[in-house]
């Protein structure tokens, strides 16, 4: 029990410090959750899928459409 707690606190940890860096970026808190929430989830949709092509696809896709966003929004502040 106590190992998972301390995994799960440094899990918890190293998440703050990417989203600190990531809001930074974006100048906003909410929206850096949300990037990093469809960013897991797209790696668990991938993850589930057979086929290595999709996968791939799937994550690449993601990956474009979060560079565009984070270039939107740090663009607006």
Same mark, same amino acid.
């Given at each position: ?7 799960? !606190? ?16 974006? !100048? ?12 897991? !989830? ?36």
């Amino acid at each position: 029990m106590l190992k998972g707690v301390c995994r799960a !606190g440094l899990y918890q940890q190293e998440m703050r410090k990417g989203h600190a860096i990531l809001a930074q970026r974006l !100048g906003d808190d909410d929206a850096a959750w949300a990037k990093i929430a469809q960013l897991v !989830g797209a790696i668990h949709i991938a993850r589930a899928m057979p086929d290595e092509a999709m996968q791939r696809m799937i994550v690449e896709a993601r990956k474009r459409f979060l560079q565009d966003a984070v270039t939107r929004l740090a663009a607006k502040s």
